[in-house]
């Protein structure tokens, strides 16, 4: 018997300074410092927690949670400042040493993810993700991580949510790098984005997993939909739809056919007969000369934040562009709290329904929740009942997931340890357990209320045999 682990999930990205100690720009540097950009009040990742200098002070918060497992994700740039192996920075290396060991001596297993939305500036200015080249680049990142790391780290994470990398990054231009290419480059982007998870599986798989024993998967984001009026059959199609132009995406290729979703290939076709669009098909299909996509996930991890209600989109006349490929519109129920920024809507049995929804389409997998937590914005609450509540609700239905429905959950991640830089949200938006004071230079880390109930549900549930995982 094994006990389900609950633990906290932080982004160790933007770890300092964006150019000290050797470490390279990334598009998310290049993004914030550009003027004109949507970061909120043109704030920057350029110092954020300060994990870099502070990492014994995230230790610090880790031991006072009680934590079993801790997700990280890596700078690639601070490895590797030019994306490619053939120059290493020494210093990140020992740097993710450190963290990599202390966590190991702590008794808290590292879950480290590859690839968090930072590619480094040097391989944008080559065509970045949309290049097809960048699935081999990424290849060999991930080869030189599993050997600089994978003695210790057990469980990895490729990329973080591919679908806001391809549509926030390359569609809507809100994310680094900031594309707007809309109908095109955010398909290219997944693909290659599929390309190089595969490729890096695949590697792991005959040069590692004999000697190392970990596991490896991709991190996918998904809402929980449903019919907005559960009667209707647009709306029912909508919703099928909305899944799979979100999860089915990146998922299907993964767990069920190695392609995409039909349902989405084809309302990608349709609407491109519709416009006049006769250049073949935009969204691209997988050679039989590359590694097989195909079971290439040890685990389902999923980061899973709110929920929605789906009907029918209204589609732009005359517009290519995702949204209007999905034909597919959620909206918030208005009976449903919503948590700091406008878009979480809080909905805890939607986690319970979309992990069901995983187990019986993609054959039962073992689960990670890699990413769920609730935001504060306006003035600091350190007595953050409300969200208190929310983790008691969420952690609840996970486990009537769990016992009552089946499902193989293996582990629970907040996000986040730590308030941090939300992307284009800067610092309006806090998601920690911790509260970090970004005005004051030594960045002093102090619980939330919510962040002592955290460790006291894993406390309990450390102290309960749960479940045979």
């Known amino acids: 018997m094994r006990r389900a682990p609950y633990s906290s999930a932080s ?134 991580c599993f050997e600089s790391f994978g003695d210790r780290v057990k469980l990895w994470i490729t990329l973080n949510e591919p679908y806001v990398c391809a549509k926030l990054g390359h569609e809507d231009g809100i994310f680094a790098p900031g594309v707007k290419e809309p109908g095109m480059a955010a398909y290219l982007v997944g693909h290659n984005m599929l390309r190089g998870h595969a490729r890096a599986w695949h590697s792991y798989n005959v040069l590692y997993r004999a000697k190392q024993g970990g596991s490896v998967s991709l991190a996918i984001n998904s809402d929980w939909a449903e019919p907005l009026d559960p009667a209707s059959p647009d709306d029912t199609a909508a919703t099928e739809r909305y899944l799979a132009f979100t999860l089915g995406w990146f998922a299907w290729p993964l767990f069920v056919t190695g392609d995409y979703p039909e349902v989405m290939r084809s309302s990608i076709e349709v609407r491109s007969k519709e416009l006049g669009y006769q250049e073949g098909s935009r969204l691209p299909r997988f050679s039989k000369d590359e590694p097989s ?86 003035p600091v609450d350190m007595e953050d009942v409300q969200r208190c509540g929310f983790y008691h609700d969420i952690i609840q239905e996970i486990a009537r997931a769990l016992r009552e429905d089946g499902v193989d959950v293996r582990g629970y991640f907040a996000w986040s340890l730590l308030d941090n830089f939300e992307w284009a949200d800067g610092f309006s938006v806090r998601f920690g357990l911790f509260h970090v004071d970004f005005s004051r230079p030594e960045r002093p880390r102090t619980a939330y209320r919510s962040g002592r109930e955290y460790a006291g549900i894993i406390s309990k549930y450390r102290s309960q045999t749960m479940v045979n995982i």
């Open 11 to 144: 982004t160790l990205m933007f770890d300092r300074g964006w150019n000290v100690d050797d470490k390279g720009p990334s598009i998310w540097d290049t993004f914030c410092h550009e003027g004109g950009r949507l970061v909120f009040e043109g704030q920057s990742g350029d110092v954020t927690c300060n994990s870099y200098e502070l990492w014994e002070e995230d230790l610090r918060c880790i031991r006072q949670l009680g934590l079993t497992h801790y997700r990280l994700s890596l700078s690639w740039s601070r490895l590797l400042p030019e994306g490619i192996t053939r120059h290493v920075n020494q210093k990140g290396l020992r740097y993710y040493n450190k963290v990599i060991n202390d966590l190991v001596a702590s008794d808290v297993l590292p879950m480290v993810t590859l690839y968090h939305f930072d590619l480094p500036q040097a391989l944008q200015d080559q065509g970045g993700w949309k290049s097809p080249e960048i699935a081999a680049i990424f290849d060999s990142y991930a080869r030189f």
């Open 293 to 378: 996509l195909l079971g290439t996930a040890d685990f389902f991890a999923l980061n899973y934040y709110t929920s929605r209600r789906v009907k029918p989109g209204e589609c732009c006349p005359g517009v290519l562009g995702l949204k209007s490929d999905q034909d597919a519109e959620g909206v918030v129920d208005p009976s449903w709290p919503v948590c700091g920024v406008s878009w979480l809507a809080v909905v805890p049995d939607g986690l319970r329904k979309l992990l069901k929804y995983i187990k019986d389409t993609f054959n039962n997998p073992a689960v990670y929740i890699t990413e769920n937590g609730f935001s504060q914005v306006g």
